[in-house]
C-alpha cells in the first residue's frame, strides 16, 4: 500500500475495510444512473430522429438538453447536500431519475421528450456531485484513490449496461429501433429501463450511514463518531480524528459560493484548477463516442445493428481501461495517469482525424475507404482506452479530494456545473460541425487533448496519500 496514514492505515481490519467497500459501491450506484442515463440516449437517437422528423440540429438539442439539467443539478448538489446531508441528496437524485425514465419512455411530443431529459439531467448532475464527495469522506486515505474510482467505474458500468440493454432491445425489436414492442417503439423501451436501477438507488441511498464529516458540521457528534469506528482503522484515536475534522470544517459558518472567491479572476486558484480539469475532460470530445457513436458508425456505412454493438464494444474498452486505472491510481499517483492519458488521446484523436479526411460522400451519408474505416474504429477505441485509464477516473478522484473540507461540497459543485456545461458545448455541437467537417472536428478535440497534458503539468497538484483534513 501507498500513503499509509493514521486515518487510513494498513491496519485497516478486514471487517472494516469490507464495509467501506460495500457503502462506497451503494453510494456509486448513483455513477452508474450517470452513465446510463447519460448514454442510453446512443441506441434512441436515430429512433427519435425518424419518430419525431428531426435534423441534425434538432437532434443536438434534444441530446444535449439533459446536460443543462446537468449543470443545474450539479450546481445545487453541494448546497443540498450541506443542508440536508449527503445521503438524503443522493434519495432525491434517485426519485428524479426514476420519475424522468417514466417521462421519456412516454413523450408525445419532441419538446415533452426534451423537458424529461431536462429533468433527468438534473438527477445525473446531483449523481455527478454527491457520489465523489461521500466516497472521498468516508473513505481511509491508504484506499481513497482506488474507492474513488468507484464512481468512474460505475459510470462506465453504466454506459456498457445502457449499450448492452440497447442492442438487445433493437434486437428483439428486429434491428430496428423504430419498431414497436407492446404498444412502444424500441427506444422508448431503451429510455424507459433506467427506472429499474434508480429504484435499486433509492433503497441503498436510505440504508447507508451518512458522511462522518457531514455529521460533525451538522453538530451530530456522536453519530460520527459511530460511522468513523465502522470506516477507519481499528487503532485510530477517535477523539483525535473528530477534533482534527472539527478544526478542518470549521463549523461556525456554512461555506457559501462567496467563499470561493479569490485573487485569480474572482475565484480561489483551487476552484480554477477543478474547473479546468473538469473542462478538459470533456473538451477532448468522449462523449461523442458515447452519445452519437452509434448515429456515427451508420453515417459511415455501417448498419444500425453493428453500430450499437460497437457502441458496447467501446464501452467495454472503458471498463477495461477503468480497471487498469483503479490498479494504478494509489500505485503511480494521480498526476503520472492523467499525463499518460492526455497523450494517448491526442494521437488517437490525430489518427481518428485522418482517417475521417478520407471519407467519400454517398448521398447523405460518407463513405470510408476500408483501410480507414478501421484505423477509424481501431483510433476511436484507443481514445476510449486512454481517456478511461487516466482522466475518466482521475478526474472524478482528485475532485472528491482536491479541495479543503470546508469547501469541498460546493467547490465540487462549481466544478462539475462547468464540466456540464463544456460536456453540453461538444455535445450541441457535435452534428453540426459533423455535419460540416468531421475530420476538422476532430482535429480541435485533439487540440483540446494536447492543452490537457501542458494543463497538469504546470498546475496539478499530487493529492496521493494525502488526509483530506491536509488539503488546502
Not at 432491445?169 to 424500441?186: K, M, P, R, S
Not at 451508420?298 to 464501452?315: A, D, E, K, M, R
Not at 482517417?355 to 476510449?384: C, D, I, K, M, Y
Not at 456545461?421 to 468531421?438: K, Q
Request: with cysteine; glycine share 10%; proline share 3%.
Amino acid at each position: 500500500m501507498v500513503g499509509t496514514t493514521s486515518s487510513g492505515s494498513s491496519s485497516t481490519s478486514n471487517e472494516n475495510l469490507g464495509h467501506v467497500i460495500f457503502i462506497t459501491a451503494a453510494a456509486a450506484i448513483g455513477g452508474f444512473l450517470f452513465g446510463y442515463d447519460s448514454a442510453v440516449i446512443n441506441g434512441a437517437v436515430t429512433g427519435i430522429q425518424k419518430h419525431f422528423g428531426i435534423g441534425a440540429a434538432e437532434t443536438g438539442v434534444v441530446v444535449a438538453i439533459a446536460l443543462l439539467g446537468s449543470a443545474v443539478g450539479a450546481w445545487i448538489a453541494g448546497g443540498m447536500a450541506d443542508r440536508w446531508g449527503r445521503t438524503r441528496t443522493m434519495q432525491v437524485a434517485a426519485i428524479l431519475f426514476a420519475v424522468s425514465s417514466v417521462g421519456q419512455a412516454l413523450p408525445f411530443a419532441v419538446w415533452d421528450l426534451a423537458l424529461w431529459r431536462v429533468l433527468a439531467g438534473v438527477g445525473i448532475g446531483m449523481a455527478s456531485v454527491i457520489g465523489p464527495a461521500y466516497i472521498a469522506e468516508v473513505a481511509p486515505a491508504a484506499y481513497r484513490g482506488r474507492l474513488g474510482s468507484f464512481q468512474q467505474l460505475a459510470i462506465v458500468l453504466g454506459i456498457a449496461v445502457s449499450q448492452l440493454v440497447n442492442y438487445g432491445i433493437a434486437q428483439f425489436a428486429g434491428g430496428n429501433v423504430n419498431n414497436t414492442l407492446f404498444g412502444l417503439q424500441a427506444w422508448q423501451w431503451m429510455l424507459g429501463a433506467c427506472v429499474l436501477p434508480a429504484a435499486l438507488y433509492l433503497i441503498f441511498a436510505s440504508v447507508i450511514p451518512e458522511s462522518p464529516r457531514y455529521l460533525i458540521a451538522a453538530g451530530k457528534t456522536q453519530r460520527a463518531r459511530k460511522v468513523l469506528a465502522e470506516v477507519e482503522s481499528d487503532d485510530t484515536d477517535l477523539d483525535s480524528r473528530i477534533a482534527e475534522i472539527k478544526k478542518s470544517l470549521h463549523t461556525e459558518q456554512r461555506t457559501r459560493l462567496r467563499d470561493l472567491r479569490g485573487p485569480a479572476l474572482g475565484l480561489l486558484p483551487i476552484i480554477w484548477v477543478g474547473i479546468l480539469l473538469s473542462a478538459f475532460q470533456q473538451l477532448v470530445g468522449i462523449n461523442v463516442i458515447f452519445y452519437y457513436s452509434a448515429s456515427l458508425w451508420q453515417s459511415v456505412g455501417i448498419n444500425q445493428s453493428n453500430s450499437l454493438l460497437i457502441s458496447f464494444s467501446t464501452s467495454i474498452i472503458n471498463i477495461v481501461g477503468t480497471f487498469i486505472a483503479i490498479a494504478l491510481v494509489d500505485r503511480i499517483g494521480r498526476k503520472p495517469l492523467l499525463l499518460i492519458g492526455s497523450t494517448g488521446m491526442a494521437v488517437a484523436l490525430a489518427t481518428a482525424a485522418w482517417a475521417f479526411s478520407a471519407g467519400v460522400p454517398s448521398g447523405e451519408n460518407v463513405t470510408l475507404p476500408a483501410t480507414q474505416g478501421t484505423v477509424a474504429l481501431v483510433a476511436a477505441h484507443v481514445f476510449v482506452l486512454f481517456f478511461a485509464l487516466s482522466w475518466g477516473v482521475v478526474v472524478w478522484v482528485l475532485l472528491g479530494e482536491m479541495f479543503p473540507n470546508r469547501l469541498r461540497a460546493v467547490a465540487l459543485s462549481v466544478a462539475a456545473t462547468a464540466q456540464w456545461l463544456a460536456n453540453w458545448l461538444i455535445t450541441v455541437s457535435f452534428p453540426s460541425l459533423a455535419e460540416w467537417n468531421l475530420s476538422a472536428t476532430y482535429v480541435i478535440y485533439a487540440c483540446f487533448a494536447a492543452l490537457s497534458f501542458a494543463f497538469v503539468m504546470f498546475k496539478v497538484r499530487e493529492t496521493k496519500g494525502r488526509k483530506l483534513e491536509e488539503m488546502g
